[in-house]
Nanobody, 123 residues
């Protein structure tokens, strides 16, 4: 069992920056950031695996950067040039086995989830 705890959310004006963190209690092979805005489906934002391979949703490419500290089992999401449409609850999710990991970032592919952290971007 892996427990995930997110932190770092908050309120920021458009154009600002935030960094989200997700601490994992155990080993994971891949981790991903999802977000869900009110009335919308949960969508994948960015993913990274133990080899450091990353993938991003088109909507955040060039603005967000996913990274990890393998020694501390911690995932990060650096979010720059934030837009009001980035407002959502942000969740980290993880899998322990490589065969279950990929770049498509579908929620049903991930077993372990955090409780979420709110990001609000005002115009």
């Amino acid at each position: 069992q892996v427990q995930l705890v997110e932190s770092g959310g908050g309120s920021v004006q458009a154009g600002g920056s935030l960094t989200l963190s997700c601490a994992a209690s155990g080993y994971t092979y891949c981790m991903v950031w999802f977000r869900q805005a009110p009335g919308k489906e949960r969508e994948g934002v960015a993913t990274i695996d133990k080899e450091g391979r990353t993938s991003y949703a088109d909507s955040v490419k060039g603005r967000f950067t996913i990274s990890q500290d393998n020694a501390r089992n911690t995932l990060y999401l650096q979010m720059n040039r934030l837009k009001p449409e980035d407002t959502a609850m942000y969740y980290c999710a993880a899998e322990r086995y490589a065969y279950r990991c990929g770049t498509r970032m579908e929620p049903q592919d991930y077993t372990y989830w955090g409780q979420g952290t709110q990001v609000t971007v005002s115009s």
